[in-house]
């Protein structure tokens, strides 16, 4: 059966040419890039031109680039880091909806004497800038808001926010991870201080990350050992990983405009088509400025777990808020936050599309929903009341 | 991705007995919407006082709609006191089991069951009956459910109880009840499962109290309002009295029934000392962020 990924915010395919790359350096290349010989040697000159193929993408300078093992460790670093160097100011700012690599951890601050403050969104997913505003005092360290929500789609403005955390000399990390490769970035021109990506959210391998580290940011390093990562971030390098990243960083800018032309029609097609023939089912989150790919659908009166395992069977990928699928007994935390009514809720699917789809695959899907949404309906007991 | 035996998969995409029987002479009603599952189950009678035939609705996850399909081959052909015989075990057994996390879809079976046998022998309310107290009211489980999955499960964690029935899977503040429950039942073999509660000494210093208070918000109060996206600060300790302020919201808890300054005071009574007494401070309220519902 042939796979029709649309799950494509939680990873990605590494693309060929990123495959490729990287080949070399597991079998032929397997020097070590901090050795004194030529062969060791010649792998440093290779991980410096990924740093710059990574630079290249953010709009930044290849020496505010640290090579991490994935993007949950860029941003536990750049959290954890940026308070190590402020430790008389005490509080943490962040919103509810962030991924658990952000959230998690300033729950864990709490237990240290932090207070944290988590922004709270409206229904569309949206933040209050001006509770925000109110929130930045003298003892804030940190504010920490993720660029774009892996669940929904919905991007933050993330330049406003950081004018006005940074232009209070507060420290301000986001969570990109969704936004690399399908959004321009041009870092130089922002004031971001710290950012997170993950290499396998854009077509390179799993494995790798990179956090951003602005000139002028005080972090304290976050792995002691050798000088890799100018001493910052230790350890001998994912030399393939990075040889990767470097690729995909450089298809993903060449890509850019596939990804918000192409891959943005397919996406919308799919949502709106969805939305026609699956009655009592809705979108969740602001659709005025969300990742070209995204699209979180509920619907009303079943669960999003039957609904995967019927699309699975169609050979077709996607994922859901439900409770039931992550085996807690409640739904998406995002969701929640957003007040979507739990009925809502359990019944929600997120696809997310990559320059792999085809207008085939979305076609496909479209014809396949209704059938799945009609059937589970058949089965619930709730349909029946809500017609009476 | 949860590993389903071929049992539930094909009871699953094949569900047997869907539907509502017209004239049945049981209705069962279990769960709900904002539970994430619930059952509809409906059985008719021959002259003989067997179940000749069992229709179900339900919604939920594919273990809930499998174990809903199985249950109803399960009962048919049974007299009533047979069916009130199947336990929780026995339908999780004929699926060929259950992933732990999913128990509670089968517990779920045979609350339903019970509830549409009640339903035919005293002919009032559909729904299960609420037997005892509620212990955890996210979920809405009693000591009586809890007590008897505890039983027929032989369960020792807090954990093991979350999965069967659900309770204490929501905000989390009832965990504590939870254990004493199993401990009630368990004895022994229970006490050793769970991390025992911060200390509390006799006498305290002024500075331990306030430590000790600060402790117990962290680890005892604020995950449970934590869970409903809201927070706690201590913001100052005089003599027995803890004055206090809620951060962000707990729009959508059913805790918020009783307030959670009752709450709040409770967990410092029992982890600190008896006599303190809780007050919110008001001066500190957040500005208005209202959270629309």
Known sequence: ???????????????????????????????????????????????????????????????????????????????????????????????????????????????????????????????????????????????????????????????????????????????????????????????????????????????????????????????????????????????????????????????????????????????????????????????????????????????????????DRHGICASSGSACTSGSLEPSHVLRAMGVPFTAAHGSIRFSLSRYNTEDEVDFAIQKMPEIINRLRELSPFVQTAER | MWEYTDKVRDHFFNPRNVGEIEDADGIGEVGSLACGDALRLTFKLDKNGRIVDAKFKTFGCASAIATSSVLTEMIKGKTLEEAMKVTNKDIADYLGGLPEQKMHCSVMGREALEAAIENYRGGGSKKHEIQGNIVCTCFGVTDTEIERVIRENNLVTVEQVTNYCKAGGGCGGCKGEIQKIIERIQGEKAREQELPPPRKDKRLTNIQKIQLIQQTINEQIRPALRAHGGNIELIDVAGDKVVIAFRGMCAQCKVSEFTMKDVVEAKLREFVSEGLYVEEDTESLEPGHEHEE
Do not use: W
């Not at chain 1, 799993?206 to 976050?222: E, N």
């Open chain 1, 1 to 311: 059966m042939k796979v029709i990924y649309f799950d494509n915010n939680a990873t990605t395919r590494v693309a060929d040419e990123v495959y490729e790359a990287m080949r070399p350096y597991f079998t032929t290349l397997y020097g070590n890039p901090s050795s004194m010989h030529t062969f060791g040697g010649q792998v440093g000159i290779k991980i410096r031109e990924a740093r710059e193929r990574v630079a290249g993408l953010l709009g930044c300078d290849p020496s505010e680039i640290i090579f991490t093992s994935c993007g949950t460790e860029s941003d536990s670093a750049a959290i954890h880091g940026a308070l190590a160097v402020t430790p008389q100011k005490r509080k943490v700012i962040t919103t509810r909806v962030e991924h658990p690599a952000v959230l998690s951890v300033c729950r864990d601050l709490e237990t240290h004497g932090y207070t944290v403050i988590e922004l709270s969104v409206d229904k569309l997913g949206l933040l209050d800038l001006n509770e925000l505003e109110h929130q930045l005092d003298n003892d804030t360290a940190l504010v920490t808001i993720m660029y774009a929500n892996n669940e929904t789609g919905v991007i933050f403005p993330i330049g406003q926010i950081a004018e006005m955390v940074t232009s209070r000399g507060i420290a301000f990390h986001t969570d990109a991870v969704q936004v690399v490769g399908k959004i321009p970035l041009n870092l130089a021109k922002s004031p971001i201080n710290l950012l997170s990506l993950s290499g396998h959210k854009l077509h390179a391998p799993k494995g790798v990350g990179v956090l951003y580290v602005k000139k002028g940011t005080r972090i304290a390093p976050f792995l002691l050992g050798g000088h890799q990562e100018g001493g910052r971030r230790a350890g001998t390098e994912n030399v393939p990983g990075i040889i990767g990243l470097g690729a995909a960083c450089e298809l993903a800018a060449q890509h850019m405009d596939d990804e918000n032309t192409r891959v943005k029609r397919l996406r919308d097609k799919l949502e709106r088509e969805i939305l026609k023939t699956c009655p009592d089912s809705r979108v969740n989150g602001d659709t005025r400025d969300r990742l070209p790919n995204t699209t979180n659908i509920s619907f009303e009166y079943v669960e999003g777990e039957a609904i995967l395992l019927l699309l």
